[in-house]
T-cell receptor, first 110, second 117 residues
């Protein structure tokens, strides 16, 4: 059974710092891995989707990497801003199903 | 493209009543939709997979007679919480699946906040 773990559970950084969020999964037989952002009381915003054949994806200040063999993914946020404060969810996709981690709650202080 | 809507965005109901939540794919057809539930400070937990024209597949521990799912068309799935109780209060999120370049992707609705008093 696929399990997704995200570390740390919460993170507080000063504005401008570069930071890394970690995601690990137990079964490497995945189709893709996706990073989402969730603001309090809101739905999900898809940030980056990495197919199983890819190593990384980039969008603006965000870079996500995937190492399927070791069951790990990282989300790198450059030059963090207060507007980046949210919960970041990692989800692995397998045959159309998504298994979510519990998320990392990020707080960027001005 | 790939926009999913949910209605209502929030609802308050009394214990014992039923509540229906709609999930629509606005600009694409989805043979498969998913229903998730999220409790405070928890991650999304898959409740059921909704397939157009057939019965939904429920995850272990989810009561199919309590959470009725109907996927009557390629753009609409509904979740009815029957005889709701306060412990059913949660954030319900749906997603619709579409096949893209390399694999299937899920597109999420904005969620429905259910409060049972």
């Amino acid at each position: 059974k696929q399990e997704v773990t995200q570390i740390p559970a919460a993170l507080s950084v000063p504005e401008g710092e570069n930071l890394v969020l970690n995601c690990s999964f137990t079964d490497s037989a995945i189709y893709n891995l996706q990073w989402f952002r969730q603001d309090p009381g809101k739905g999900l915003t898809s940030l980056l989707l990495i197919q199983s054949s890819q190593r990384e994806q980039t969008s603006g200040r965000l870079n996500a990497s995937l190492d399927k063999s070791s069951g790990r993914s990282t989300l790198y946020i450059a030059a963090s801003q207060p507007g980046d404060s949210a919960t970041y969810l990692c989800a692995v996709g397998s045959q159309g199903n998504l298994i979510f981690g519990k998320g990392t709650k990020l707080s960027v202080k001005p | 493209g790939a926009v999913v809507s949910q209605h209502p965005s929030w609802v308050i109901c009394k214990s014992g009543t039923s509540v229906k939540i709609e999930c629509r794919s606005l600009d694409f057809q989805a043979t498969t939709m998913f229903w998730y539930r999220q409790f405070p400070k928890q991650s999304l937990m898959l409740m059921a997979t909704s397939n157009e024209g057939s019965k939904a597949t429920y995850e272990q521990g989810v009561e199919k007679d309590k959470f009725l799912i109907n996927h009557a068309s390629l753009t609409l799935s509904t979740l009815t919480v029957t005889s709701a109780h306060p412990e059913d209060s949660s954030f319900y999120i749906c997603s619709a699946m579409a096949y893209r370049t390399y694999s299937y992707e899920q597109y999420f609705g904005p969620g429905t906040r259910l409060t049972v008093t």
